[in-house]
């Protein structure tokens, strides 16, 4: 049967939340443009996405699903995000098999319905999908779906390596200051702490399977044939020409989640764009509503950090002594796993109707809502990005891989944020949380945050009409698919 000539192209996120979410806002867009797209999920994330989502899926946006190699959820619905190290190592091992399947099946059924792959656009660190594109001749192309700044610092990894500051040379390296030196030759980056950077450089292996994925999956970053960020031109400019001398064409699409403002009114494309693997607690937004103009501060850890019984417990009573309003996103799998008296009855009592505690909610919409001021967030980049396009200043407090590098960025070059001391206080946070709040120090972020809100929304901006303009993002998504994805 002849095929429709649409283009078509797999897209393969790392299977984890905060990658999940801007692959699927990509293939949204791509499906906006006209291409058929095949959205691979892990059979693990599928079934959860199947219990919070339903079974969604249009005639040109289909979801499949390949085997990770790990054991299946709990069939109890009380999953959660998979240990992240074995992600790493499994799926680089156990996917590019049933990937090529997968292609070789659409391929095969090929038809006025589902025409041949096109091109695979793949998650940095899911490089196997390279060579499944190699194979049958089309376009791989990468997403990046952290910022430029970390993306240069882990091309540098080889380069601390050769340097012999990685490995570490014994365990002390841990805790004698070892982890302060400065690291200031990383081209277009700011000066960092060697800690600062991914948490997989804190070893003594010179075999470390963790740090040589890294350093492999980067490394292949430069046979792409083009490499898709979720940041912005100005948001990144020193990084990002750095990276432009060393890499192939980087297209900067982002804030990606600002192209899709306006969801689609049909019902399933809608369902579509949502891919929370939790069910989400839209309750909080109705409470938001309540509440006055810039009133609130919005807690939330994203989809992996588990921050331990005692900081959580800090973290309760600081929000509780800092007397301002609080909406904080505790996850479900965090209240069962550790200890139930990180949140006791006394905390809910004392804060009453200034607290509100959620199970996993809609983020995006939350930041947008007029009655946050401030974010407590671990830095991950999604949040950050969605933080800054929102104007909203922060309070940092990262936890591992990219957030600390993050946090730099938000605290001293963007100027939008504050950084939590790694052992959380409650005293520290009332004090924080007050600040940000507050007219004085809080007054300076927020002013800084609504410059970057602005430029963050520019560089978003479509065309108006046929005779130019456009935002930089906007302009590179058009060129994207033009020179790469469409040959
Ligand atoms: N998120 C959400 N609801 C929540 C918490 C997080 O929708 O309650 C989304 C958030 O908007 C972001 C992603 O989950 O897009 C988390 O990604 P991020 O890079 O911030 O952190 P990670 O989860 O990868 O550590």
């Not at 699409?253 to 990606?256: A, D």
């Given at each position: 049967m002849e095929s429709t000539g649409k283009p078509h192209a797999v897209c393969i996120p790392f299977p984890s939340q905060g990658h999940i979410n801007p692959m699927l806002k990509l293939a949204t867009l791509l499906h906006r443009k006209g291409f058929h797209i095949t959205f691979v999920h892990t059979q693990y994330n599928r079934t959860r996405l199947l219990e919070s989502q339903g079974d969604v899926s249009l005639p040109d946006f289909q979801i499949a699903a390949i085997s990770d190699g790990l054991p299946p959820p709990?069939?109890?619905?009380?999953?959660?995000?998979?240990d992240i190290r074995s992600l790493c190592l499994s799926t680089q091992v156990n996917c590019l098999e049933p990937l090529n399947e997968l292609i070789d099946g659409l391929n095969h059924r090929s038809s006025c319905v589902v025409p041949p792959v096109s091109c695979v656009v793949y998650d940095m660190i899911m490089s196997f999908a390279l060579d499944a594109a190699e194979r049958i001749g089309v376009p791989g192309v990468v997403l990046q779906t952290a910022g430029a700044c970390s993306f240069m610092c882990n091309k540098y990894l080889t380069h601390l390596v050769e340097k012999g500051f990685v490995p570490l040379k014994d365990k002390s390296c841990m805790t004698n200051g070892y982890l302060e030196t400065q690291i200031d030759w990383i081209p277009g980056v700011i000066p960092l702490k060697l800690g600062e950077l991914t948490h997989t450089i804190q070893t003594t292996d010179p075999n470390d399977p963790l740090l040589n994925f890294v350093i492999t999956q980067f490394a292949r970053s430069s046979k792409a044939a083009a490499i898709i960020i979720n940041s912005f031109d100005a948001l990144e400019q020193n990084a990002l020409s750095s990276l432009s001398s060393i890499c192939p064409p980087i297209y900067t699409?982002?804030?990606?989640h600002l192209f899709l403002d306006q969801p689609p009114k049909n019902p399933t494309a809608k369902s579509m764009t949502i891919s929370s693997l939790w069910k989400e607690d839209t309750t909080c937004l109705k409470w938001l509503d309540s509440k006055p103009e810039r009133s609130v501060i919005y807690v939330n850890f994203g989809s992996i950090a588990v921050p331990t019984p005692q900081q959580m417990s800090e973290l309760a009573w600081g929000l509780a002594g800092s007397e301002e309003n609080f909406l904080w996103v505790v996850r479900p799998d965090l209240l069962r796993r550790e200890n139930p008296a990180a949140l006791p009855p006394e905390f809910r009592e004392e804060t009453g109707e200034r607290g509100f505690v959620s199970g996993w909610g809609p983020q995006e919409e939350v930041l947008r809502h007029p009655a946050v001021g401030g974010f407590l967030t671990h830095c991950g980049w999604n949040s950050v990005v969605e933080g800054v396009s929102a104007g909203v200043p922060m309070i940092c407090w990262p936890f591992f891989a990219d957030q600390r590098i993050n946090c730099r960025y938000v605290c001293d070059?963007?100027?939008v944020g504050v950084e939590m001391n790694r052992d959380v206080e409650r005293d520290e946070v009332g004090v924080l949380v007050r600040e940000l709040m507050g007219r004085e120090r809080g007054g300076a972020l927020r002013r800084r945050a609504e410059e970057w809100r602005e430029k963050a929304a520019a560089a978003a901006a479509a065309a108006v009409g046929g005779d130019g303009g456009g935002g930089s993002s906007w302009l590179k998504l058009e060129r994207l698919v033009h020179e790469v994805l469409i040959v």
């Open positions: 709990p069939d109890d619905g009380n999953a959660a995000t998979q699409v982002g804030p990606l070059e963007w100027r």
